[in-house]
């Protein structure tokens, strides 16, 4: 059964910094990686898939790289805003089934 | 370009009566998915639909719940004889295969308060 783990569970930093929340996966046969936020009392936003023959994928300050032997992604988010504040989710989809399996997220604070 | 919307965003019941929850997918999208969040818990996966039929529901609690989906369109997610413990909010997604990325869009969810 696939496991998603997300390290750290929380994280607070001031305004300014780069920072790396990391996501790690116990079954390395997945199809695509994606990596979401969701701020408090609304749905999720998807913020970059990577394909399982990527290595990474970059969007504005957003950087997200995967290396599926390993299990490991890392979302590299540069030059910090108090709006980035959030908790950033990690999912992968499998090769074989459709759903997506979740990590618990990283809760971010970002502090002015 | 309307994105995934959920009725009703907010919805009280008590215990032992059935509620209908709704999705509305992204135009075009054949794949439609439900979760669910408990409070301080991580998403739980309950059904998937391609077009209307559902190859995986392994993910639906108990037999309370149920779902269909019309055609390529809307989606109910009934949960019958409410309990406590199924308070939650629940997220339905929407996706398109034909790119092949499987991309998976959310909607606003759906916040389920049992009393």
């Known amino acids: 059964k696939q496991e998603v783990t997300q390290i750290p569970a929380a994280l607070s930093v001031p305004e300014g910094e780069n920072l790396v929340l990391n996501c790690s996966f116990t079954?390395?046969?997945?199809?695509?990686l994606q990596w979401f936020r969701q701020d408090p009392g609304k749905g999720l936003t998807s913020l970059l898939l990577?394909?399982?023959?990527?290595r990474e994928q970059t969007s504005g300050r957003l950087n997200a790289s995967l290396d599926k032997s390993s299990g490991r992604s890392t979302l590299y988010i540069a030059a910090s805003q108090p709006g980035d504040s959030a908790t950033y989710l990690c999912?992968?989809?499998?090769?074989?089934?459709?759903?997506?399996?979740f990590g618990e997220g990283t809760q971010l604070t970002v502090n002015p | 370009g309307a994105g995934v919307s959920q009725s009703p965003s907010n919805k009280v019941t008590e215990k032992g009566k059935d509620v209908e929850l709704r999705c509305d997918p992204i135009?075009?999208?054949?794949?439609l998915y439900w979760y669910r969040q408990r409070l301080g818990q991580g998403l739980e996966f309950l059904i998937y639909f391609q077009g209307n039929s559902a190859p995986d529901k392994s993910g639906l609690p108990s037999d309370r719940f149920s779902a269909e989906r019309t055609g390529e369109s809307v989606s109910t997610l009934t949960i019958q004889r409410t309990q406590q413990e199924d308070s939650a909010v629940y997220l339905c997604a929407s996706s398109y295969s034909g790119t092949g990325s499987y991309e998976q869009y959310f909607g606003p969810g759906t916040r389920l308060t049992v009393t």
């Open positions: 135009s075009g999208h054949t794949a």
């Open positions: 079954d390395s046969a997945i199809y695509n």
């Open positions: 999912a992968v989809k499998e090769t074989s089934g459709s759903r997506l399996t």
């Open positions: 990577i394909q399982s023959s990527q």
